[in-house]
């Protein structure tokens, strides 16, 4: 895998990182892509991978990004991970500035790098016959839940965004896989979610056994992208053992029922 070339984005913390290590733990060739230049200095320092800061939301940022990335080697896969929710107030109460964002974040700038990002996919197709595309979107595009409302209708946005991308790219050897993770227990999501207000974020993952890691996820998305070209991955579901579904979770040990 070691002449394999994928962009990850959100590489500055939580899944996109695990997903750089990961990768290249495995051989590839990994550009990160964040708009925290310290948080990639340092990844790149870690993992011998090399980074382009990008603002996601901006057109022109963008724009050279995909420049950048012609001009300094081929891309082989894509793993959008850059993304993220604001707010878990009422759809009556929330904040349009807070969807707004979460709409950006979510869904136009996936838009605006898949555009920018197939031409480079197809070269490396034609040379090396397949190319890949993962998307990391959330159970929260599969079921709605009170206070989801702006995430709810954002990371569904982006999920058929990503099965309509499947259908266009049909009869083409690019791969479009989606992983859809339940809870995640990482640093930063749902703590920039809630404000910062770090005890909140905290309450959420009390008493529940082993919540999906970061690196969890990217050890699914590494084996997606490793698995043979001809088999895609539509979409894989995840979820810790103690959230049987999404509004049904666990506290406490998980214990066996012997009584029974």
Request: no cysteine; aromatic share 0%; net charge positive.
């Given at each position: 895998m070691v002449n394999r070339r994928a962009v990850v984005t959100g590489a500055s913390s939580g899944i996109g990182a695990a997903t750089v290590r990961?990768?290249?733990s495995r051989g590839w060739d990994v550009?990160?892509?964040?708009r925290r230049e310290d948080r990639l200095a340092a990844l790149v320092a870690e993992t011998g991978a090399s980074a382009i800061v990008c603002d996601l939301t901006d057109a022109e940022a963008v724009a050279?990004?995909?420049?950048?990335?012609e001009e300094t080697g081929?891309?082989?896969?894509l793993v959008q991970v850059a993304g993220g929710a604001r707010g878990t107030d009422s759809i009556e109460d929330s904040s349009i500035d807070d969807w707004q964002w979460m709409f950006d974040a979510n869904v136009l700038a996936t838009q605006r790098?898949?555009?920018g990002i197939l031409p480079l996919l197809r070269?490396?197709?034609?040379e090396d016959g397949h190319a890949d595309t993962v998307f990391v979107t959330?159970?929260?595009a599969q079921v709605a839940y009170a206070g989801g409302g702006g995430y709810n209708a954002a990371k569904a946005a982006e999920g058929m965004l990503?099965?309509?991308l499947r259908q266009e790219l049909n009869g083409e050897p690019i791969r479009v896989v989606e992983v859809a993770p339940g809870m995640v227990h990482t640093e930063e999501f749902t703590l920039n979610r809630l404000g910062g207000d770090a005890v909140a974020a905290e309450s959420v993952y009390a008493g529940v056994e082993a919540p999906l890691l970061a690196e969890d996820v990217a050890d699914v998305i590494a084996y997606a992208l490793q698995a043979p070209g001809h088999v895609n991955l539509d979409l894989i579901t995840m979820r810790p053992v103690a959230q049987s579904a999404h509004h049904l979770l666990a506290r406490g040990p998980l214990r066996v029922r012997l009584d029974n």
């Open positions: 990961a990768l290249r550009v990160g892509v964040a050279a990004l995909i420049t950048e990335l081929p891309v082989h896969a790098l898949v555009a070269r490396a197709a034609d959330s159970t929260a990503v099965r309509v």
